[in-house]
């Protein structure tokens, strides 16, 4: 399978705990990107990065998120102190650099704070 | 600036019937335009795109319209299918990060 891969698909998880999620990009992609989606919401961006660096960050990604690409390869995003309002499907999306160069989505993590 | 409105929100249409969706842009500096179809539970899946300079683009039953001036953009469901049941959401890109904008959605049912 060439696709984008996440883990895991589901996480159910407490108020208050740390979660991590993996996204394991398609492998020639130096992009990739980290969307989060609430029910009934397109996708909204997060960050991304451009081989290790990460090169944007949007104002929805508040102090308790981290993401990193160590070595520009599979990609991890972790939330502390996880709130409900975290509660979403987070995708992730990689692409080649250049002009109309399509991203292609993984299946999303779907995460549930209770 | 950065939005990119949708409508409808969501739509009903008959077996062989034409699926229309409509989006509006304000950026300018947007360079590329995806319509990506979603069903439960999965991610977004590329349907088809276009670029600006191009005013319409069709792949198989799939058609986007441009409209440049007017700032909008269309999706054209030909002959709809009940397995084209989904969400399509249209997007716009920005240029040097290649992040994507979406609208809001389109919930489109399409009855046997």
């Known amino acids: 399978d060439t696709g984008v891969s996440q883990d895991p698909r589901h996480k159910i998880t407490k108020r208050g705990q740390n979660v991590t999620f993996r996204c394991d990009p398609i492998?020639?992609?130096?992009?990739l990107y980290w969307y989060r989606q609430t029910l009934g919401q397109g996708p909204e961006f997060l960050t991304y990065?451009?081989?290790?660096?990460?090169?944007?960050k949007s104002r929805l990604l508040s102090d308790r998120f981290s993401a990193e690409r160590p070595k520009g390869s599979f990609s991890t995003l972790e939330i502390q102190r996880t709130e409900q309002g975290d509660s979403a499907m987070y995708l992730c999306?990689?692409?080649?650099?250049?002009?109309?160069?399509?991203?292609?989505f993984g299946q999303g993590t779907r995460l549930t704070v209770v | 600036q950065q939005q990119v409105k949708q409508s409808p929100q969501s739509l009903i249409v008959q077996k062989g019937g034409i699926s229309i969706i409509n989006c509006a842009y304000e950026?300018?500096?947007?360079?590329?335009f995806p319509w990506y179809q979603q069903f439960p539970g999965k991610g977004p899946a590329l349907l088809i795109a276009?670029?600006?300079?191009?005013s319409e683009k069709k792949e198989g039953r799939f058609t986007i319209s441009f409209n440049k001036s007017a700032k909008q953009f269309s999706l054209h469901i030909m002959d709809s299918q009940p397995g084209d049941s989904a969400t399509y959401f249209c997007?716009?890109?920005?240029?040097?990060?290649?992040?994507?904008?979406f609208g809001q959605g389109t919930t489109l049912q399409v009855k046997p």
């Open positions: 990065f451009q081989n290790e660096a990460q090169l944007e």
């Open positions: 999306a990689s692409s080649l650099e250049g002009v109309a160069k399509e991203a292609f």
């Open positions: 276009i670029r600006p300079d191009v």
């Open positions: 950026n300018t500096a947007f360079d590329y």
């Open positions: 997007a716009a890109r920005s240029g040097n990060t290649g992040k994507l904008i």
């Open positions: 492998s020639e992609h130096n992009r």
